[in-house]
């Protein structure tokens, strides 16, 4: 646990950005991709040609980056301070390994993805 | 340091414990115990988005597939599960964000608009990048 209280300021930089990014897209991209991306609404806009272009276009490419990977740094470090408030320091590597160990993985499988485009 | 003073017993303390009524118990609490839940359900729509986006790189079938499995009763109920807890999570840091402002009345200026201000205009901001976000997705303008 040493590294890890040890690079607490990296940890709060990655939290602080993925909590401002995701502020500002999560809710729009869960409404218009998740919730709303079968209906006729947008069937036009994220039909296959269009969400290809979006997405593979160098500015979609680190959109699509940036927000996934923030926002799994942020979650993790949420996640690891929710395990101390629930379970007390005995949870603490299981939070903070588990999140960041988790978050790592959600990095490397969004990057290797969004490039694999 | 001196020696007398290195070796002067620590102050006892008592161990650490849980404020009454937490986590859910006070409404204080509840908040701040909501406000970190968040991050699993906004973790798992990420990680519906970065498989949307891995099927959109295998072909049209895949894509068409992946967009019609999100839109099976299951899949879209724990997708509003997660829209709300990101909501929630948006316009909580949206209105928390306000105090920042009010952290500075002091020595330092005070805020330049009203704390209620203060709180709505970030989640104006929210709101307004929502809005575009859905009309370019949506293709609504081309």
């Known amino acids: ?117 | 340091m001196s020696a007398a003073h290195a070796t002067a017993p620590k102050t006892p303390t008592a161990p650490a414990r849980k404020p009454s009524g937490f986590p859910l118990g006070f409404y204080r609490y509840r908040n701040y115990t909501i406000f970190a839940f968040t991050s699993i359900p906004m973790a798992i729509s990420l990680a519906c988005l970065v498989i949307g986006v891995g099927a959109l790189g295998q072909g049209e079938e895949a894509w068409q597939a992946w967009l019609a499995r999100q839109a099976t009763p299951a899949f879209r109920a724990v997708h509003l599960f997660c829209l709300a807890f990101t909501l929630y999570f948006a316009i909580r840091f949206g209105w928390v964000g306000r105090k920042i402002g009010a952290g500075r009345i002091g020595p330092l200026p005070p805020p330049p608009l009203p704390l209620p201000l203060l709180g709505i205009a970030p989640i104006g901001g929210f709101v307004t990048v929502w809005l575009v976000l859905v009309v370019i997705l949506g293709g609504w303008l081309s």
């Not at chain 1, 709303?36 to 160098?58: F, W």
């Not at chain 1, 470090?77 to 960041?100: K, S, T």
């Open chain 1, 1 to 117: 646990m040493k590294l890890i209280h040890k690079l607490e300021p990296l940890w709060w930089i990655l939290f602080g950005a993925g909590a401002f990014v995701l502020c500002f897209v999560l809710p729009a991209l869960i409404l218009g991709v998740l919730v709303l991306g079968d209906s006729s609404l947008m069937a036009d806009g994220l039909s296959y040609e269009r969400a290809l272009r979006l997405a593979s276009n160098p500015i979609g490419k680190l959109f699509l980056i940036v927000v996934p990977t923030l926002g799994f740094w942020h979650c993790a470090h949420h996640f690891r301070h929710l395990m101390l408030d629930f379970f007390g320091h005995a949870a603490a590597p299981i939070g903070a390994y588990g999140g960041y160990g988790l978050a790592l993985l959600g990095t490397i499988v969004t990057v290797s993805t969004v490039l694999a485009l």
